[in-house]
């Protein structure tokens, strides 16, 4: 499962969570406000599936 990072617009509280790609966003676990952004994550990006790092299509 990807981690997902977010930003509540509300209080400012940015979170990670793990979760399937066709859950609901979450609540901000500060202020429980449903508005929040999802920001892009670098953790999930550099490896595979499997754990293997991928190849960088910039080599």
């Known amino acids: 499962m990807p981690i997902y990072e977010y930003r509540c617009k509300q209080c ?5 969570v793990i979760q399937n790609v ?10 429980d406000s449903k508005d929040i952004e999802k920001n892009l994550s670098i953790t999930h990006t550099g490896q595979s ?11």
């Open 12 to 16: 400012g509280n940015e979170f990670e």
């Open 22 to 31: 066709d859950d609901k966003q979450p609540p901000c676990p500060e202020c």
């Open 49 to 59: 599936s499997c754990g293997a790092p991928r190849k960088s299509p910039f080599s």
